[in-house]
């Protein structure tokens, strides 16, 4: 009977792994297409040759306000105190935290389709995956590739939660940061519209780096309990040492009292 129980359990987490691929497959591409058909119904209809880039520009805001909360909130999944709140609960917290993941990818996907079929955007395929290949400043875009490949190592070790050991997944799980740093980075300098935005950037900027500091500077549980039996060492020395010396101190006096007699 466990084995037919093990065996169902598995079939419907395989189920449900292929049905999430699939629903972030199909999410991807009509986000694509509709981007396409966006940009060339706007080309066609105004006749501005920089309909697909503005597209592109916001696409690329959205996927950079969507990693933001995504951050954010795992840097409230990982808080010392997350215990503390209790609405909403955890396992909504992280249903939310899968969401805004796949819409992250989702908007990023359009960004790099659309700036990357636009010849005026001057990036190309390969400006778009390989760092320092594009022709519209190769510094800036590639901040974003890196960035875009450093959240897609966050992202597929958090799908393996679970199956590999977390001292595996973790570590890398944490480069989430670095890549939210890096497209922070790229959205300054890449793009034309920055002293519009600028604002926007400098409180993101500063929310997340706020509770980043509250996240790695405040004291869990373990450091509590550590801190209290470092105390308690200093408070009680070992009592071992001076009562073996005692020991020693009577059994040798004893000793030379045999000796004397």
Do not use: C
Request: hydrophobic share 55%; no cysteine.
């Amino acid at each position: 009977m466990s084995h037919e129980t093990a065996g169902t359990a598995g079939v419907s987490h395989t189920r449900t792994v292929v049905w999430g691929a699939g629903l972030v497959a199909a999410v991807t591409v009509s986000a694509v297409l509709t981007s396409w058909f966006i940009g060339a119904a706007v080309s066609a209809i105004v006749g501005d040759r920089m309909a697909p880039w503005i597209l592109g520009r916001a696409a690329g805001l959205t996927s950079y306000l969507l990693l933001v909360a995504l951050v954010f909130l795992g840097l409230l999944l990982s808080h010392p105190r997350r215990a503390r709140w209790r609405r909403p609960s955890s396992a909504t917290r992280i249903r939310v935290h899968v969401t805004l993941s796949v819409f992250t990818f989702v908007f990023v996907a359009l960004h790099i389709f659309v700036l990357a079929t636009d010849k005026y955007a001057n990036v190309g395929w390969w400006g778009s995956f390989v760092p320092m290949g594009a022709g519209y400043r190769p510094l800036a875009v590639t901040l974003g590739v890196i960035g875009l490949y450093a959240g897609l190592a966050a992202g597929l070790t958090a799908a393996l939660a679970g199956r590999i050991a977390q001292r595996v997944w973790w570590p890398i799980h944490k480069v989430a940061i670095v890549s939210l740093i890096l497209v922070w980075l790229h959205g300054v300098l890449a793009g034309a519209d920055t002293a519009v935005l600028l604002g926007v950037y400098v409180v993101t900027g500063i929310a997340v780096a706020a509770l980043a500091i509250s996240r790695y500077t405040a004291r869990t549980t373990q450091d509590a309990v550590a801190e209290l039996a470092a105390d308690r060492a200093s408070e009680h020395p070992v009592h071992g040492a001076p009562a073996r010396d005692l020991t020693i101190g009577r059994s040798g006096r004893g000793s030379n009292r045999k000796q004397r007699r």
